[in-house]
């Protein structure tokens, strides 16, 4: 297999929603020596943006943009260690959770995964996430952007308490703290004083990469 | 027959998976398996289809489903698995009828056939919304009252107490919950509908501990009333939500699950998404032990159920409901466009034909994606009762070429739909009437629905 065969099959998997596939793919181009930045550049990010393209157009559904943001996670995992320490790999890390008291998980899914396909480090906290533990793992992550999601209008006041909780610590300047879910507004974003409210996935990675070098 | 200690048992013993697992690569692939194993197929020109076929595929469909993924229990990781056998069981012994209300407002609930010429049971008002305030939870619930066709309310969600944004599970919680079954019940005596059921009793109680505190005999929460608790997408269930079914068992009140199954989401497209309706059906009378069932299916993208493709997933499901069960099933909708808008009428007419010739009743309505408070009002449940009542008896086909004018209408504005006004700017809550401006658009509405073949009410 040539080195343009082993890019070629790294992007097919992720095209492919296939996470073995994208780790065998991936392992296969390391013994070939190929540059980890090539394969992140020609392989993962085209294919991973070329699924959010799909999704965005509703030409593929949920299961596969999750199942894409998969494979790039996992060959990522061998990839990254190979890269120089200089390397940018992502645009910044990001924290994204559903809030305290709410279980709903899709909306924080796609913004999850189309983050990932955008280039951002995810770190994906689940549902019902204590607001003391969101804002610890953002401190210690070092991440810049907080997403958090709320679906129910009895969970939007939880938002509202990420924003104190990290205000009190004084660490709010520290993550530009994004709010969206279905009952939420961009009057109740500027009322609890986010940094931005996200209409939809799209005007969420908009949001994201416009605080992604501010802070 | 399968009771709340057995789905415990499989709850508590069934095989362990991740969730991500059971609803990825699990729920995900099989769904997309039985669409095509059984040739489903969506045909974007037949919104509704008159192809009783297609209806019987998708319910055989969805049986398999359901025996092939079971429902997954989020607090134990494990799948509650069914068989076939325990499924019939289940649809043999769900109540061929309820009774709801009370004095004259007791109505007999039962389950509508295809094409049925019987006026469909209309569970009218807000679908949860949220609302702002006591005075806005009040003036709704009045209007809703007062409209001809109604046998069941559905209250808005109240958003806070004593000023403060309600917490999940909080004393704010439980308290908004008692507001709401007292203030739900206050409206409809202020109209003189004491006995009215609240189907969506206690739409404000989120958590299992707010609806067990709103209860308590002096909120005037009645057995009589319906009580709906939400299934999460897809077929899981928690121990919030099975302490609610339990609760509820204890009253010997009739329980109803609603779900909402995303197109583009877990269940995928369009056809696929009809399956797992379906199959959410037979899950619902299974682990939540309901007597009667709530499909919202919504399209990922706009959040309203007045697509092409979401009109054809409410018509294909209520006929392969309608026609292998009997099960008692009311389908809500929901608007993009919101209050004095022509096209939040039109799509509430949409939804609720595809409904109603496909053999089920109505929850309606949720107005503009039910996203802002306030943003609703008594006119769009009115007509959507309206057109609901005309509509019964009608053919599919018929049904087929009215939806696909109304679809002409509004199609094209579903990805940025106008949202209309609030509450207060277009309801007289003194006169209890829709504003001059708002008035004037119903007046042409019916005009054209008219024009269309659909003869309602005159407007006063």
Known sequence: ?215 | MVHILDVMEKALEGKPISENDYQLKLFADKVNEKVREHGIKFDRNEVIPSDNSLADDIYRAAVELLVEVGAYCTDTSRIISYSEEEIKGALRNAPKEIWLGEGKERKRLAPRKIEDKSPPWCFLGAGGGACSSDRSFTTLVEGYAEIPEINAITTPALTRVGGMRIRPASPLELLGAMRNAVYAREACNRVGRPGLPLMNSLSTAESDIALAAALHPRYGIRASDGFLICCMDPMKVDFNRLNKVTVVLSMGAPIGTCFGPLMGGYSGGPESTAVSNVAHHLMGVLTYQSSWLLPFPLHLRYVSSSSREMLWIISVTGQAISRNTDLISLNLNYTSAGPTTPMCLFETSASVTAAVVSGLSIESVGVASNKEEDRTTPVEPRISAEVAHAVAGMKRSDANGMVNELLSKYESKLASPPLGKTLFECWDPERRRPSPEYQKVIRKFKKDMAEIGLDLRPEP
């Open chain 1, 1 to 215: 297999m040539g080195k343009d065969d082993a890019i070629t099959e790294l992007r097919s998997a992720v095209l492919e929603y296939d996470s073995d596939a994208a780790v065998r793919a991936a392992k296969a181009a390391i013994r070939q020596k190929i540059d980890p930045m090539i394969m992140v550049d020609e392989a993962l990010v085209p294919a991973i943006n070329e699924v959010g393209d799909k999704f965005e157009k509703m030409e593929i559904f949920l299961p596969d943009l999750m199942l894409a943001a998969d494979a790039v996670k996992a060959s990522m995992a061998l990839i990254l260690p190979l890269m120089a320490k200089d390397y940018q790999t992502s645009k910044a890390t990001v924290v994204v959770a559903t809030v305290q008291g709410d279980v709903h998980e899709i909306g924080k899914n796609i913004i999850a995964s189309m983050l990932m396909a955008r280039g951002f480090n995810v770190i994906d906290m689940g549902v019902d996430v204590k607001t003391t533990l969101l804002i610890d793992e953002a401190k210690k992550s070092r991440a810049k952007i907080i997403c958090a999601s709320a679906l129910m209008s009895s969970t939007m006041g939880s938002q509202k308490d990420i924003i104190d909780y990290a205000t009190a610590l004084g660490d709010r300047k520290r993550y530009a703290i994004l709010v969206g879910g279905g009952p939420t507004s961009r009057e109740w974003a500027d009322e609890i004083k986010a940094d931005g409210w996200g209409k939809d996935a799209n005007g969420a990675i908009k949001l994201a990469d416009k605080f992604s070098g501010r802070r």
